[in-house]
């Protein structure tokens, strides 16, 4: 039906008609995402009742480390000390997220995103507001610890997921909210040449 075109060149079938309905996306969006926070909020308590920040678990002949760390920044420990402001923009972006991005979405793939999204967000935040020292002073629980790179937990692998998903549905499918191929939101080419042959 997405491709059948009336005689006068209408498209009869949209993203309205072909994407996920406004139902699936919010279920799918919200199952990803709390999904995600238990996952992440029961790995956090997992290694903080096993694992001694002093004594570090190599697994996989080093490839992975299990390395307990409290952190009051954002990834790489950056900004530490703001973290009241970083817990702000965290409810904003998740308020961003389910009120602007989450409404005009269609297409599983973005929706895939915006629960990962959800995950990651809601995860880090949870902990940022309910783990010590206090409400919007707590200390995120980091525990994954690869060469060369930062400590992170469950959550951020969410937020990296969804960011690699959109950079996918971006660059390389080129598909929007809706699902619709970006080129399809520009006139077809020959179209005011078509009018005026009619």
């Not at 406004?22 to 909020?41: A, E, H, M, N, Y």
């Not at 420990?77 to 972006?93: D, K, P, Y």
């Amino acid at each position: 039906m997405r491709g059948l075109q009336a005689a006068g060149g209408t498209q009869i079938a949209t993203s309205e008609t072909t994407g996920l309905k406004p139902v699936t996306v919010w279920s799918l969006v919200v199952g990803i995402g709390v999904l995600g926070l238990v996952v992440d909020q029961i790995t956090k308590a997992v290694v903080l009742a096993v694992l001694d920040p002093a004594h570090p678990i190599p697994l996989l002949g080093g490839l992975i480390t299990l390395q307990l760390l409290r952190n009051s920044g954002a990834a790489f420990s950056m900004g530490e000390g703001l973290t009241v402001g970083l817990s702000i923009i965290a409810i904003a972006a998740l308020i961003g997220v389910l009120a602007w991005f989450v409404p005009k979405v269609r297409h599983p793939g973005w929706t895939a995103a915006m629960g990962l999204l959800v995950a990651g967000i809601s995860g880090n935040l949870t902990d940022r507001l309910f783990r010590d020292p206090g409400p919007f002073q707590g200390h995120v629980i980091d525990f994954i610890q690869v060469p060369y790179f930062a400590v992170f937990n469950v959550a951020d692998i969410c937020i990296t997921a969804a960011a690699v998903v959109v950079i996918w549905l971006t660059l390389i499918t080129k598909v929007g909210f809706d699902g619709t191929p970006f080129s399809d939101s520009a006139p077809a080419a020959g179209t005011s040449a078509d009018a005026g042959d009619e």
